[in-house]
């Protein structure tokens, strides 16, 4: 294993600390591990606080800030963090209107939210809670744990910030994030598997000339491999679960080509060209992209492809002003 | 029946299953890196070290704050699945036992039902799904049939090892439907659940913890 850390013990606190040094805008509850708002929001605003493992930078402490998450709460590398951090993160964030939980879909994460949740409602602070869900890799989702939350996440922290910077109540903000969750959907694929730094080794063996497809975020195997295809192979392996789980023909869309943490920005760019002559061909147009690396896997290979459909209300609130050391414009 | 499991009997099972996770520490990682995401063993030796620590510099409790603790300790610092599931079956267990110093078998086997209760409530498991749950089901059935013949602490608690780890060995072929194993599908088959292991090391720890009295 080679990585850029001091001891593998240390490599979270090490990271929040060069957080807060790097970015003014955010301050970090070191006792807490969690990442805040340098500037709290005004009273009578709802704010966002959500969370999970690390090893996915920049989401989601990097989407702290005016426009999105008012709080970030960092777990274990690939870990939920434990109710008390939310807890922490919901008291310091509650400006009197309420907290939206933003929670990935993962059995840990929905478990210590729904601890915190009630703990929350205990001491009185309103709580609601979106669980996102828009892995269309898991078919069955009948028989598992349900869909996992991937890559519409980054957009949907983006546009329910914008909606509840706009002084949108509890429930209008929560109306917003159904309406993300039922318009998303993600795809991913890994050339290389990620080493999380206490395992010191690959998660999963991946040989040379193979590929994984249908892979969350932690290195987990997806559902199948097979021998790694051209891009645009590729992208069509992406694009046609997606086109064929929900229906975008004739809608507008936003759409993410997002990479795994150690994919060259200029594949993320040929990938995109090749998920775009597909989407014409489809008949489904693009009226906003993002092009990055926005919710990594550690040091995996590999990309995913997020589609939402976007009507008027949700590309004035992507296009609203947003300033996160992750996203920024409009200001 | 006369042997009751006393105080020291119970924090000795916190350290044996401190040491057997902490152990085991690779192994767990191992089982979780073929259908998971690998970080298991870290987590839960994480949580246990958290344990023991409350545990040896707090030794006054009664058996209900101990394991209320020890549970509120588990939650905070393991995170994950496991956090809230293993945290929830030791607070269980230990509103169950209340204040008492020492437990009858009785009153043992009733707060591990308490414990596996909070565990099904919590996580939402059914038999089969290839969880923990496979393990400490049968181990719980076990421990009351045994009591319920009037066999000795001794016997129940080894029933309980054994039928836990027949519960895991079960889980290697059962099809995952819980948990970030069940995205694998049928890949997951094959492989033995991590969390149904932690557990038999759970009822392991409890049957080597009782045998030393």
Known sequence: MKKLINEVDDVITDALKGIEASDENVRVDHQNRVILRATPKEKGKVALVSGGGSGHEPLHGGFVGLGMLDAACAGQMFTSPTPDQMQAATTAVDAGAGVLHIVKNYTGDVMNFEMAAEIAADEGVKVATVVVADDVAVQDSLYTAGRRGVGLTVLLEKIVGAAAEEGRDLDAVVAVANKVNEGGRSMGMALTSCTVPAAGKPTFDLPEDEMEIGIGIHGEPGRHREKIGSARDIAKQLVDPILHDLDYAGSDVIVMVNGMGATPLIELYLMYGEVKALLDEAGVTIARNLVGNYITSLDMAGCSVTLLKADEEILGLWDAPVKTAGLRWGL | ?213
Do not use: C
């Open chain 2, 1 to 213: 029946m006369t042997d009751n499991v006393s105080f020291k009997q119970l924090v000795a099972w916190l350290h044996e299953f401190g040491t057997l996770v902490n152990q085991n520490k690779s192994y767990l990682t191992e089982l979780d890196s073929a259908i998971g995401d690998a970080d298991h063993g870290a987590n839960m030796a994480r949580g246990m070290t958290s344990v023991l620590n409350l545990v040896d510099a707090d030794g006054a409790d009664g058996v209900g704050t101990l394991f209320k603790k020890a549970g509120m300790t588990l939650v905070s610092s393991v995170g994950g699945a496991s956090g809230p599931l293993y945290g929830t079956f030791f607070m269980k267990f230990g509103t169950s036992t209340g204040a008492a110093d020492q437990l009858t078998p009785e009153q043992l086997a009733a707060a591990l039902r308490a414990g596996l209760d909070g565990v099904l409530a919590r996580g939402k498991a059914e038999l089969g799904d290839k969880t923990m749950v496979d393990a400490m089901v049968p181990a719980v059935e076990a421990m009351e049939k045994a009591f319920g013949e009037g066999e000795s602490l001794a016997a129940g608690t080894a029933a309980a090892a054994e039928a836990a780890r027949q519960g895991r060995e079960a889980t290697i072929e059962m099809l995952a439907r819980k948990g970030r194993a069940s995205y694998l599908g049928e890949r997951s088959v094959g492989h033995q659940d991590p969390g149904a292991t932690s557990t038999a090391y759970l009822f392991e720890a409890l049957a080597a913890s009782v045998d030393k009295a």
